[in-house]
């Protein structure tokens, strides 16, 4: 595959950087939280933790930590977008809200 996933247009070549590349993708889909903190600390060093988080935003992935965030936390991200969103709209100034603190 080249630069692109065909299927969306969509630019994946930094997958191929990924911290995740050393470690099974089961590590990265755990079933408990014990499982989402050990994922979480491959991702906090991770040089394409950025664009790893918006591919799992902007694709909506429901499971797994993308990006060094839950998908509780790409929730979160995703509502606070959606905020200020509507406030920047209505002309109001939008809240910043850390979505990585809240429970």
């Known amino acids: 595959m080249n630069s692109s996933d065909v299927s969306t247009g969509m630019d994946t070549t930094w997958m191929a950087h990924g911290n995740c590349n050393n470690h099974p993708p089961s590590v990265f889909f755990p079933s408990d939280g014990v499982g989402v903190e050990a994922a979480k600390k491959i991702c906090a060093t991770c040089p394409v ?13 429901d499971h797994g930590v993308w990006g060094g965030a ?13 905020l200020a969103a509507r406030a920047a709209a209505a002309g109001e100034t939008p809240v910043d809200i850390d979505v990585f603190t809240l429970r």
Do not use: D, N
């Open 49 to 61: 933790k950025e664009p790893c988080l918006e591919h799992a935003l902007e694709q909506r992935v």
């Open 70 to 82: 839950s998908e509780r936390q790409r929730r979160r991200i995703l509502k606070s977008r959606r």
